[in-house]
């Protein structure tokens, strides 16, 4: 079953401004993770968030979760052309250990 | 260098014919899996070991098979291939098993079965 489901599931944005993706769930979980995969790579983990965490940031990266409406948010702050890439969030429901599940993932393309 | 490799990175075979794919990582990680990536579907994971000689199924095993001899090692094994297996296959490790820990993956294996 799916556990994490982004939101917008493409998004087409100009190199500097931000891109804000979502990604919501079913089941109270431990952790939320992002990763990014370029075109037919391997995914890359880009930052964890714990159940008792609301905010974190790392770098360009803002990452929120409300775990009230089951819900997180990656922000990508003055993107880049590089930033092009399809983003998954990836979770661990609580009980249930040893399996992350994984969206289905979002296309981000930044035009220069 | 950290990191997960997989072999072969593309592979096109005939319904049938029995292949592996090898899966290593040099960072001594206990958690090892396996998932498949398809169009409109994302990833889906296949089998999942925590240690040596520790394995468990995901949510695809179907068709699948793997073992964990060595900790460092983590093949995937198709006994009898079909087309409904062609597919991106990605390795990944962890030092331990979720909650909480950050996936490395492999660069992807290609499959397609005719």
């Known amino acids: 079953s799916q556990q994490g489901e982004e939101d917008p599931q493409a998004l087409s944005i100009q190199e500097g401004e931000n891109a804000t993706m979502n990604c919501s769930y079913k089941?109270?979980?431990?952790?939320l993770q992002w990763y990014r995969q370029n075109s037919g790579r391997g995914l890359v983990h880009l930052i964890l968030?714990?159940?008792?965490?609301r905010e974190k940031h790392s770098g360009r990266l803002r990452v929120t979760l409300d775990t009230s409406k089951k819900s997180s948010s990656l922000l990508i702050t003055a993107s880049r052309a590089a930033d092009t890439a399809s983003y998954f969030c990836a979770t661990d429901a609580a009980g249930a250990n040893s399996k992350l599940t994984f969206g289905k993932g979002i296309t981000l393309s930044v035009r220069p | 260098e950290a990191q997960v490799t997989q072999n072969p990175r593309y592979l096109i075979t005939v319904t049938g014919k029995k292949l592996t794919v090898t899966c290593s990582q040099n960072?001594?990680?206990?958690?090892m899996s396996w998932y498949r990536q398809d169009p409109g579907l994302g990833l889906r994971q296949i089998y999942y070991?925590?240690?040596?000689?520790?394995?468990d199924k995901g949510d695809v095993p179907e068709g699948y098979k793997v073992s964990r001899k060595e900790k460092r090692n983590f093949p995937l094994i198709l006994e009898s291939p079909s087309p409904n297996q062609t597919s991106l296959y990605f390795c990944a490790s962890s030092l331990q098993p979720p909650p909480g820990y950050e996936q490395y993956f492999g660069p992807g294996t290609r499959l397609t079965v005719t």
């Open positions: 089941t109270s979980i431990n952790n």
């Open positions: 070991s925590m240690n040596v000689e520790v394995t």
């Open positions: 968030i714990r159940s008792n965490e």
């Open positions: 960072m001594n990680h206990e958690y």
